[in-house]
């Protein structure tokens, strides 16, 4: 069941209520006062607690609506509870209706929240299933109608040689003896992972077989790897696949020692990287920078496989008054973060800030740069309406779309804002090309905002600016771009700079890699005035991710920060 579903059958349900009540009940006077405003504020009288009694009676007697309620009890329970926050979505179901009606809704919703309290709480009893562990996103398109946009709340799977899948302890571990990607705390947790495992470890040894090798890694790396193995399957590879791929358990400095794993040394500190007896001294000495981050970064993983995110819960707060970022993207979430997270457990509160942080940095850093260099029109704090391109989007800049919305919640001012993500490698997956959506906060405290979002098809920014659904944007952004590596960002640009006075933000990885994409800008684009030169970014992630690059441009073994640098121009 979506949205759709769930509408139609409340209304059915409180218009079949509504009709029945007035052939069976004989105090229906009684029962119209009562529906004249909602069940949540109505008094407490006695006509008021006749006309309650009266309605149950007559709602217990709809069987065949219940049963429709059990039947799709995940679905109704999730939307139940977001009706029963969103203005939007009750107003919504109600328009056809008549005043009882409406009423009624919330009554139905009164009821089914005691159901979901009695099901979740009270220490009696679990969940009758798992409805509460899916996000549904009730999304408004053009012509007024909604789609459900389904997100599921699950961390992603990840591979480390380090990380045991089962026990999700870290350390030394025993590596499986078929593939020798991936390392397990005892038998028993081999052998409980083997249903997951099986199909890989079987095509990788499927292809030493076929190479004549006894580790995979000593014929194929990089993209070859991903590619062998890819066809072996007859799939693409999954994140955590890639990972196998990407990380395997050989010595870091001569990439040698795969087919005997008991020859490398882990570091003793991360895990994350081994040695052979011959380079374990050259390699400890280049190691020791990235160690420390190459540490956190697997321990935030552990957290989120062990405990989840508590930040998900985190709404951004609805300023009534402008008031400018902060120095830095930790300054701005760490009281937040120390309200949402426990401290008792060492290293979660702050491996939860870290995950805050890569979920904002996206809208945060193209905030920032309109706050640093203003919009065309002035001061972006007071704009009324405000289009960002984001030119080159990915899934990193739709992996937390409802955070887009911290732009508009921080600018009292405004009333539209409108996000657009463009790139020949844009993926929407279920979202609709175009629609509005807004959270339930900011429906009950900015009721006048609109935030929309459209995804058009893949294309290059050169060849979107001549269509028609082109208009011009208030600010330009191309966040961890890699100017300098791709060619096929040189005939983009100069469009990226559509007008003076309008921003182009960029972000990328290193300080150089920064000064070099802006040195290439300045190369194809005249007059361009540079209002933030290349510096380390405030509103970066601050959650470091392993570096998969096989490109050379990065040190081996390292990680990376999204948008750990930033510059932004303008055309004068």
Not at 101 to 129: H, P, Y
Not at 179 to 203: I, R
Not at 304 to 320: A, D, F, M, R, T
Not at 553 to 569: P, R, T
Request: charged content about 25%; aromatic content about 8%.
């Amino acid at each position: 069941m979506n949205f759709e579903g769930f509408q139609d059958l409340m209304r059915r349900i409180v218009r079949t209520w509504y009709e029945r009540a007035k052939v069976e009940i004989i105090e229906m006077d009684y029962v119209n006062q009562y529906l004249k405003d909602s069940p949540f504020i109505a008094k407490q009288t006695q006509e008021n607690e006749i006309a309650y009694e009266r309605l149950m009676d007559v709602r217990l007697k709809l069987v065949e609506l219940s049963y429709e309620i059990d039947k799709n009890h995940d679905a109704y329970m999730r939307f139940m509870q977001q009706t029963l926050n969103s203005p939007d979505l009750k107003i919504r179901i109600g328009k056809p209706l008549r005043p009882e009606e409406r009423n009624l809704i919330d009554l139905e919703l009164m009821i089914m929240e005691q159901v979901a309290d009695w099901e979740l709480d009270v220490g009696k009893v679990e969940a009758e299933s798992n409805w509460d562990k899916v996000q549904d996103l009730v999304v408004s398109l053009p012509n007024d109608t909604t789609k459900t946009i389904r997100i599921s709340a699950e961390p992603q799977k990840r591979s480390w040689f380090g990380f045991c899948p089962v026990s999700m302890k870290i350390g030394s571990l025993k590596m499986c003896g078929g593939c020798k990607l991936v390392g397990y705390f005892g038998k028993e947790e081999q052998k409980k992972d083997w249903p997951n495992h099986k199909e890989v470890c079987k095509a990788v040894a499927n292809l030493n077989k076929k190479l004549g090798v006894k580790h995979i890694a000593e014929k194929l790396k990089g993209e070859m790897l991903v590619n062998a193995l890819s066809s072996e399957l007859g799939r693409a590879l999954n994140q955590a696949e890639l990972d196998l791929v990407h990380f395997p358990r050989v010595c870091a400095e001569c990439v040698g020692g795969g087919a005997n794993q008991d020859s490398l040394r882990n570091c003793s500190r991360c895990n994350c990287v081994a040695w052979c007896n011959a380079c374990i001294e050259k390699g400890k000495s280049k190691h020791e920078e990235w160690c420390h981050l190459l540490k956190t970064s697997i321990e935030d993983f552990k957290h989120e496989k062990s405990l989840g995110h508590q930040v998900q819960k985190y709404v951004p707060p609805v300023e009534k008054k402008y008031k400018a970022l902060p120095a830095s993207i930790e300054i701005l979430f760490e009281k937040e973060v120390s309200k949402l997270v426990s401290n008792k457990l060492p290293g979660y509160q702050e491996s939860e800030l870290r995950y805050l942080t890569f979920l904002y940095t996206c809208p945060l850093t193209i905030l920032f740069a309109a706050e640093q260099t203003g919009l065309a029109q002035g001061p972006v704090e007071e704009a009324r309406s405000l289009t960002v391109h984001l030119v080159g989007a990915r899934i990193a800049e739709i992996r937390h779309l409802v955070g887009w919305e911290i732009i508009a919640l921080r600018l009292p001012s405004l009333e539209k804002l409108h996000l657009v993500f463009i790139g020949d490698e844009v993926i929407s997956g279920d979202f609709p090309p175009t629609f509005t959506y807004k959270s339930n906060e900011a429906q009950k405290e900015r009721p006048d905002l609109e935030i929309k979002y459209t995804f058009e098809p893949p294309q290059l920014y050169q060849d979107y600016v001549s269509t028609p659904a082109y208009t011009v944007p208030d600010v330009v952004a191309a966040l961890d771009c890699g100017f300098k590596f791709y060619p096929s960002w040189d005939p983009c640009i100069p469009h990226l700079m559509p007008a003076p006075g309008v921003p182009c933000v960029f972000t990328e990885f290193t300080l150089q890699d920064t000064k070099d994409n802006l040195a290439k800008v300045e190369k194809l684009v005249e007059n361009v005035e540079v209002c933030v030169p290349p510096r380390r970014n405030p509103f970066c992630s601050r959650r470091p991710v392993r570096c998969s690059d096989q490109s050379g441009n990065y040190i081996k073994n390292s990680v990376i920060f999204s948008n750990d640098y930033i510059a932004v121009v303008k055309r004068k």
